[in-house]
């Protein structure tokens, strides 16, 4: 009897050794396929990657090796139409290894530099193929500045970018300017507080009062701060949201005019980039006219 208890006992116990198997071959079949998922997702990545190039994307090419060669300023005209002092620029780059600067335009679209719209060669075929109608006091012309600097980034020898209007004329000569802009590692950016009331309450929270800036909209940046402005895809759209130019009185709209002039105009290039670098934490609060902190503390 103690035996055959025992043997009953031991069967009782044996019985449920099956759905425990049985939970075990699902436990492993549970890992194969969550590994099989994650291989196929990596893969999956991998080869997205690979079809995302700045053409697609509409950003620049991000180069994770440190560039070998002599590095280079990226010229960034941004034009009207046409360069009326194209003759100076000439002048300034004349017997200047190319291998030292670059030559960005953006004009007007369709508008071509050839021999028939340019005394300088230097300016050939030069301009922006995915240039933009630009309007003053609009946010066209922020636009059109981040795409001078995202096609600017495609070339990893440009290690500093400086924006120039039409009426810009060079001061120095080009080794003059080349040492001093490459003697900083900063980059130079007009900022100051705005006592003119142009900040819309409705911008924040992403752009917070006591971060809003105003100054020049022309620059000198850094490799590092010039990808920030292209790869900003937060404070843009809010200035593209809410800094609508101030419409033209109209004697037809009689009292319409009075409410559309309350409307803010933000003059979107003289407050973008100084409140960008603010908010990014780029710009330290001391910094004040034509200095632009890589770090604050």
């Known amino acids: 009897m103690v035996g055959g208890g025992g043997l009953q006992k031991m069967t009782t116990k044996k019985s449920p050794a099956i759905p425990h198997r049985r939970r075990h071959l699902c436990f492993k079949l549970l890992i194969a396929v969550t590994i099989l998922l994650c291989v196929f997702g990596f893969w999956k990545f991998q080869t997205q990657s690979e079809v995302l190039t700045p053409e697609t994307t509409g950003k620049p090419l991000r180069v994770d090796v440190s560039f070998e060669g002599p590095p280079k300023i990226a010229f960034l005209f941004l034009t009207r139409l046409h360069l009326p002092l194209d003759f100076l620029w000439g002048s300034f780059f004349e017997g200047v290894e190319t291998a030292s600067y670059s030559i960005y335009v953006h004009s007007q679209p369709g508008f071509v530099f050839d021999q028939s719209t340019t005394h300088s060669t230097l300016f050939f075929g030069r301009q ?18 981040r795409l001078l600097l995202n096609t600017a980034l495609k070339d990893p020898a440009n290690e500093r970018f400086v924006l120039l209007s039409d009426s810009c004329v060079p001061l120095y000569n080009f080794s003059y300017t080349y040492n001093y802009i490459m003697q900083s590692t900063r980059s130079f950016v007009d900022s100051f507080l705005d006592k003119e009331g142009r900040f819309n309450p409705d911008m924040s929270p992403v752009i917070p009062k006591d971060k809003w800036r105003k100054g020049s909209q022309w620059f000198t940046l850094i490799r590092r701060h010039a990808e920030v402005v292209v790869d900003d895809e937060v404070v843009f759209p809010v200035f593209r949201k809410f800094c609508k130019r101030r419409p033209p009185i109209d004697d037809r709209k009689g009292k319409l005019n009075i409410i559309l002039q309350q409307q803010h105009n933000c003059i979107p290039d003289e407050h973008y980039l100084q409140t960008l670098l603010t908010v990014s934490g780029y710009l330290c609060s001391y910094c004040k006219w034509l200095i632009a902190c890589q770090y604050c503390p």
């Open 128 to 145: 922006l193929n995915n240039s933009i109608q630009v309007a003053w006091g609009e946010s066209s012309m922020i636009e059109a500045e």
